[in-house]
């Protein structure tokens, strides 16, 4: 008979139980970091640039959607979702009308609605979906979702070229929550998705956006909002060539801050773990001034080109943006992996926040005389908020009967299947023989022997 013994419980820093030798590959790093208690809501917003060389790109965001939806469902099922659109078009305010195709207000951060977009109508202004415990489909609309997001975020090209996908994304979330429109909720982990091939440019100062101003030395949004938004090694802005060293200006006289931004998503959700950020933009490391010998102006180059020759600019301020947000957060290229590449990263984050237990890294095989991998590892709950000890784990002892083993809670680390198949291991972490469920605010951690 299995005793009960109960976990471990634990004041002081965690050493490895087991010391493989200096010679031993590998460190002890963590692995798995989730909510003890499996979570299921999820609200997602994309911020979609609708300008010149975005329909394709949009079109692949939408063709991605069932790839991405099957990947956050992975071993527990499709998530209670809610999923809204904004476009980066925010208007030029009094320059309406003298900036190209920009009105005054722009989309103004309003969620685009499907019906908005000729798309299947809902009852409100976003997708909700979820499925019951029999698997029937719960949702605000008609019809197959894939289909109806595809729809909902092909936006065109018509969008005013200052693109401002901070300040829609602030303006969306905060008419969300103070309209009561139930887009975000409470208890819900955030997505927040950016595709752009354009940095931001949130003014606060509309005078950024007059085509007759004589702050510039470019006319071009593009470089307007280089000059105002970013600051690089070195003196002279207008000076073509390669700059290094980039970043976010921290005090323009135009240009919201990002920090700004930062501070109202950690407002919004303040635990670190209720937010995930992606952006999907041109490679903030490749920053490129040019000179227009005809009009005799400074330009901002192409960061690079996708495989089709659209082109996407550096995305600085939404990289650092992405940035600020740790291991939340991520920052993917437009031009080489595409959307893919941003949402299989935000999908495997934003698990993680639900709950997955997926072991992530290289993880050492320890015995590899037995078949599969085997891993060194420690594992522990510790509280979120409480100043209480942590609860260790011990590794359960009788493989053939997990609950039999001689301690009881105890863990196990086994092949994942389908669940993990998106991670590099495929390892999942499970814990046995638990008596009572785990504390509220709880997270379940593995630290395990991983080569980086």
Known sequence: MALLAGPLVASACLEPEVSLGEDAPGVFREVVNTPAILRDKVDLL????????MEERQKDLGALFTGMLHNLSFGRGVPDLHIGVVSTDMGVGQFSGAVGQCT????????????????????????????DKN???LSNFEGDIAKAFSCMSNLGEVGCDYEQPLEAMRSSLFQSREDGLGFVRPNSVLGVIVLTSEDDCSAFNSEIFNPEAVHFLGDSPNFRCFQSGVICDGDDVYQPGSRDGCRPHPQS?????VSDYVEFL???????????????????GRVVIGRDEQIMESELLAACADEIGNDAYPGIRLSAFADAFGVTGQTASICDTGAAGGLNG??????????????EGNVVDVDPDKAGRQARCRVFERHEF???????????????NLEASSQLPCYSIQTGGEACGDFYTQLALQVHGRDRPPEHDTRLIAECRAID
């Open 346 to 359: 935000m999908v495997r984050n934003l698990r993680k926040s639900l709950g997955t237990t997926c072991l």
């Open 104 to 131: 005054a207000r722009g989309d103004g951060g309003a969620l685009l609605a499907p019906s908005n977009n000729g798309c299947a109508a809902t009852a409100d202004a976003f997708l909700a979906y979820s499925k």
């Open 386 to 400: 409480a100043d209480v000890p942590v609860t260790v784990f011990p590794e359960c002892d009788n493989p053939a």
């Open 253 to 257: 006289d135009f240009i919201t801050t």
């Open 135 to 137: 698997g029937e489909v």
């Open 46 to 53: 994309f911020v979609i640039d609708n300008t010149e060389d």
């Open 266 to 284: 950690e407002e919004l959700k303040p635990n670190p773990t209720d937010r995930v950020v992606t952006t999907i933009v041109g490679d903030p």
